[in-house]
């Protein structure tokens, strides 16, 4: 049973619950507004109630933080030895969803196209939010040729190996299992009423290609005005990535990996914090983290969004960091020979193994793509 309330927070329903906490949709008693409301777990036994009310000082210090793009933490607190973070509710869907092409809303306009971008450069702490909801999918890849976005659908927690390549977990890299993901428009048919799994020549529509490059000009944006704010995301992945109704593309959840793999009072040793498909190289070595790290993310997202499938893929999480660390990527134009050639060619430049082979700011992605 959820608890009735959580600080001045009355809880309405659960959203979703996972290794890093749960989620429920909230009612603010003191102005009548529903938040998302997150109650972080703590591994184990709750904090004691210095740790926990430092973890929610920290956590405070991010309600200062508003982007258009970037989902706004409103603030933080302690309830029976657990801290929460009350942010903005964002009724949408991920990004893979919003670009599937199953959803048969790929008539509707393209976005205008986006304005200059222009980052205001501050320094500040991680930021943390809502785990973003994920439907189930199956994951199959036909040989005549056709697949769906599906195929890479699946985005196992980091800490289970066991759900490593499970076909059709709808968790996300906390393990959060989200309930009923399609309360907002555009909906999705139910899976009896769903079309054939399309063709590559699908994910080329000029309509759908139009959302796709807006919305990672919107995630550069969030990405440039974060690592502005001196953040590392750190679990880049499309369930982080929310559109809502209006296409305005919010990016969720960054920061909340570190503060929980800083604390170690709330992850145990030697834990890898992210998800593994999306992990960069640096990060799969430990190695010092900094915004590349995320743009590196980013490649991966760009990459299977435009071939069907993830530049690198494996059965178990060690083979796949060996690729990783040691393999080139298919090209992406030989997977999808009707792809947008510079997509193509700025997906290759994120997901190049040096840090400094790569694109060095989201403001250069963003340029690159607007080219």
Sequence with gaps: MPPK????????????????????????????????LKLLSTGGPSLDDRAARRLAREFETLADLAHPNVVKVFEAGVHAGQ?????????????RHYLDVSFNDLHTPTPSSRFPLTIRRTADDDFGSVDSPDEEEDDEVEDDGTFGLNAFAEEAPSEDLASFHGAGDDSDSDGMRVVDPRRAAPRAPPPASRPATPKLADLNRPERMGKLKDAMLQVCEALAYIHGHGLVHRDLKPSNIMVDDDR????????????????????????LVG??????????????????SDLYSLGVILYELMSGRPPFDAKTPHELWRQVLETEPPPLLALNLHGDPQLARVAHRLIRKEPDDRFQTAEEVYEALSE
């Design 5 to 36: 309330a959580i600080g001045p927070y009355r809880v309405l329903e659960t959203l979703g619950s996972g290794g890093a906490g749960t989620v429920y949709r909230a009612l603010d008693r003191r102005s009548n507004d529903e938040v998302a």
């Design 275 to 292: 998800t593994y498909r999306y992990m960069a190289p640096e990060q799969i070595l430990g190695e010092p983290l900094d915004g590349r």
């Design 248 to 271: 305005q593309v919010r990016l969720m959840d960054f920061g909340l990996a570190k503060f929980l793999a800083d604390d170690a009072g709330i992850t145990a040793d030697g834990k």
């Design 83 to 95: 801290p929460y973070l009350a942010m903005e509710l964002i009724e949408g869907l991920t990004l």
